[in-house]
């Protein structure tokens, strides 16, 4: 069973930062790392806790996968991504995580991104 769990949960990481491949560099970027942080921070919580993570995040996979389809159909070029987040659903979350909400928005709405990404398809040695 332990090993069914592990593997679920890699193939999830896995398909959430494949999905991130056709956000802006610097959504992905920024994703990316917020991935890996929830997925690190989560690794030894309990089982109940663990079963609502990955919904979470299935769901979130889901919709950006959406997301991403409808934007490859969309003719003016603007991608958009993202949901409305209701209240009920902020309601339940706890102090730690509406930090974290705060956080991540502060950041994808700055004017000057923290991060700078460029693509190129040489490495930088």
Not at 30 to 47: I, N, P, T
Not at 57 to 72: H, M, P
Not at 102 to 120: A, D, G, H, I, R
Request: glycine share 4%; aromatic share 8%.
């Amino acid at each position: 069973m332990a090993g069914l769990h592990v593997s679920r949960v890699r193939a999830l990481y896995k398909r959430v930062l494949q999905l991130h491949r056709v956000l802006p560099p610097d959504l992905k970027a920024l994703g990316d790392q917020y991935v890996k942080d929830e997925f690190r921070r989560h690794k030894a919580v309990g089982s109940d806790e663990a079963q609502r993570f990955l919904q979470e995040w299935e769901v979130y996979a889901t919709v950006l996968s959406q997301q991403a389809n409808e934007n490859r159909q969309n003719s003016t070029g603007k991608a958009c991504f993202g949901i409305f987040l209701p209240e009920e659903k902020l309601n339940d979350f706890r102090d730690e995580q509406i930090g974290q909400l705060q956080e991540l928005m502060q950041e994808t709405t700055k004017p000057n991104w923290q991060f700078s990404v460029s693509e190129s398809a040489e490495p930088k040695l």
